[in-house]
């Protein structure tokens, strides 16, 4: 099972604000501005369209506030009873950007996940406070560690994504961020299989397919 968001048609996904004066979550292809070199200068996976924080010819980051991203409702049912350990089970990747002045804790792009539609609660399953410049980087999270964050794999689960501004009004810094290439798949995807090791067909690569082998 895999579901790829590359953002080409918006695909259901929904944007918030709150008390930012700028950076609102904007889809489309990159507005390039040559004056301004703290957003992305193309998309991360090829396909042109992404979103980001404020996509205009003009200074527009987010501002003393927060702006949130939101996915359409991803059903996760599937892998409710699946294997959680050795890289099996379901698996979120996306691309991001996140380009940021101030070092620290107040300035972040937070990964959340909900297990009850909207009504959450909302959990951190990945933090970004580390600027990575001009660049787009790249994230995954498995099963084991949803899970392990306390989220139940629910036929109602949703993601956003949420870069905050939080530096005191009276200290500038610039915050940027973007999202693109998000995928929910199975570990086991792929050609050849990514889990064609698992010889025994149990989900995970261990000390059963070895004896597996040894056996056959």
């Known amino acids: 099972t895999t579901t790829n968001y590359n953002f080409e048609p918006a ?3 929904t944007t918030s604000n709150a008390g930012s004066t700028g950076g609102l979550w904007t889809l489309g292809i990159r507005t390039i501005d040559p004056t301004w070199n703290y957003s992305p200068r ?3 996976d090829g396909s ?11 200074t527009s980051d987010v501002s003393n506030g927060t702006v949130t991203l939101t996915s359409p409702v991803i059903n ?3 892998f409710a009873s699946g294997p959680t350990s050795n890289g099996a089970g379901a698996v979120l990747s996306y691309s991001y950007f996140l380009h940021i002045t101030a070092a620290g804790v107040t300035d972040v792009l937070l990964t959340e ?10 959990i951190e399953v990945a933090r970004e406070n580390v600027s990575g410049s001009n660049h787009w980087r790249s994230r995954s999270i498995s099963q084991a560690q949803i899970q392990s964050a306390g989220l139940a794999l629910t036929s109602t689960m949703r993601l956003r994504f949420r870069v905050t501004d939080g530096a005191p009004v009276a200290t500038y810094s610039v915050v940027e961020g973007g999202i693109d290439a998000v995928r929910i798949s199975d570990a086991c995807d792929g050609t050849p299989a990514l889990c064609s090791a698992d010889v025994s067909g149990d989900g995970a690569v261990n000390i059963v397919d070895l004896l ?3 056996s056959h």
């Open 76 to 78: 996760l049912s599937a």
């Open 42 to 44: 193309n998309d991360a």
């Open 11 to 13: 695909s259901g996904w």
């Open 212 to 214: 597996f082998i040894v």
């Open 48 to 58: 042109s369209r992404c979103y980001v924080t404020g996509n205009s010819p003009v």
């Open 113 to 122: 996940m909900s297990a009850n539609d909207t009504a959450g609660p909302w």
